[in-house]
């Protein structure tokens, strides 16, 4: 299967059994970074139905700038940011937590046992809708 980015600049899939990313020209010059994370944010709400797009905030810095963006495009979202069991992630849905009270963003949990989860084989679900790799 080959996944195509807007205006098909940017092609990848696997091609017998293997990985094959190909790239075209882009149909118009790059802006700065800024910008361009704020067109992005931009096209990813035209392609969504639903009112409010749902982030997952991380609490690493990649989910912050994506977060930034959405607020410069005056995208509405709200954070919706994992808490595992007995607190293993503590320092980064604390970090998360924090950056989204300092803007005024609402978020939600999910909270998850990753034993449990994996125990259960119910991750071989997720891990078939996303087309994930599984090895045994």
């Keep these: ?3 195509r980015t807007k205006n098909n600049h940017f092609k ?4 017998r ?3 094959s990313p190909s790239y075209d020209q882009s149909q118009r010059r790059a802006l700065d970074f800024h910008s361009e994370c704020v ?4 096209e990813i709400k035209k392609t969504y139905r639903r009112k409010k797009i749902a982030l997952l905030m ?12 959405f607020l410069a495009a005056k995208v509405p979202w709200i ?12 320092h980064d849905w604390t970090w998360a937590v924090a950056w989204c009270e300092a803007n005024k963003v609402a978020y939600q949990f ?3 046992d990753p034993v449990e989860f994996f125990e259960s084989g119910e991750y071989l679900k997720y ?3 996303s087309q994930c790799c599984l090895f045994s």
């Design 1 to 3: 299967m080959i996944i």
């Design 79 to 90: 954070a919706r940011i994992l808490r595992l069991k007995d607190d293993k992630n503590i």
């Design 39 to 42: 067109i992005a944010a931009r």
């Design 58 to 69: 991380s609490g690493g810095i990649d989910s912050e700038i994506m977060a930034r963006s």
């Design 110 to 112: 999910y909270d998850l």
């Design 17 to 19: 059994g293997k990985f």
């Design 12 to 15: 990848y899939g696997d091609v």
């Design 127 to 129: 891990a078939k809708l």
